[in-house]
């Protein structure tokens, strides 16, 4: 998965509101470098990866720097794991990770600590999914629009994410972050489309109904808000702002369990 990094920074403005023009003086100030943790866990057999590296300054062009020397473990039931450098600012272990589970995280990058906890839930499965040609309106163009259904668990909150490739190419621009909860559909079998996204007849879309906790959802759900001009999770500000984090000692990024179903259609094809 593409890494995903939003850089801290502050502007303050002060607004003086009278009957005549007034100049706005801007101060933009750059923020200390904070660290970057992002981790997946998907469910079954796979190498669990985490990436750490810090952020920059708002104007700074230059690459982020990884970390390569932190000590990583992985915590579930009873068993510990190290998690091991592969360098460039990565780490990769295999683990099989199992539904109904919860798992800690424990970083260390030069003895500051930080940590994070997520659960592995039971995937919700993809009824169906079709493609449909519609005509424009608004913001959406004519073309071919992909849905799917499936039926929501009706015993609890439940929160999901969507993710699509497109002809074997995963698509992962800020359109494409489809993220929701069943606040309106709990319990029944609502459908979803992939956003404003027009395919082609022939185009082959692959999609995944991932199936994630509240802190995961949190953090692309603001990630969602920032992208959108809503300055972050407060809203209403225009400046940068960063996704909330289930990372202790002031981290940004996620530890996310991924558990997901996947269904696949060409489209306008029946």
């Excluded at 919700?124 to 039926?151: C, H």
């Excluded at 993710?163 to 069943?182: A, I, K, M, S, W």
């Excluded at 369990?257 to 489209?267: E, F, G, M, P, W």
Aim: glycine letters at 8%.
């Amino acid at each position: 998965m593409k890494s995903i990094q939003l850089i801290v920074s502050v502007i303050v403005i002060a607004f003086l509101v009278t009957a005549c023009e007034k100049v706005i003086d801007v101060d933009l100030k750059d923020a200390a470098p904070r660290i970057v943790i992002e981790a997946v866990l998907m469910e079954g057999e796979n190498d669990f990866e985490v990436k750490i590296s810090k952020t920059a300054p708002y104007f700074d062009n230059s690459p982020s720097e990884k970390i390569d020397n932190a000590s990583i473990t992985l915590k579930y039931n009873d068993q510990t794991i190290d998690v091991p450098s592969k360098g460039n600012g990565s780490y990769s272990v295999p683990v099989n990770a199992v539904i109904n589970t919860e798992y800690h995280l424990e970083v260390n990058v030069d003895n500051e600590v930080y940590n994070a906890s997520t659960t592995m839930l039971d995937k919700v499965a993809i009824d169906t999914i079709y493609s449909e040609y519609e005509e424009g309106f608004g913001p959406r163009e004519s073309g071919y629009y992909v849905y799917i259904k499936y039926t929501d668990p009706g015993d609890v909150e439940n929160f999901y994410r969507l993710t699509h490739d497109l002809n074997g190419e995963y698509q992962n621009t800020e359109n494409d972050l489809r993220v929701f909860n069943d606040l309106r559909n709990n319990g029944n079998q609502p459908k979803t489309s992939l956003g404003f996204k027009v395919f082609e007849i022939g185009d082959v879309v692959d999609v995944k109904l991932i199936h994630f906790d509240e802190p995961s959802y949190d953090y692309f759900n603001s990630l969602n808000d920032i992208i959108g001009g809503g300055g972050g999770p407060s809203g209403g500000s225009a400046a940068p702002g960063n996704p909330l984090s289930n990372w202790s000692n002031n981290a940004l990024g996620y530890f996310s369990a991924y558990n997901y179903d996947s269904a696949s259609i060409t489209v306008g094809v029946e």
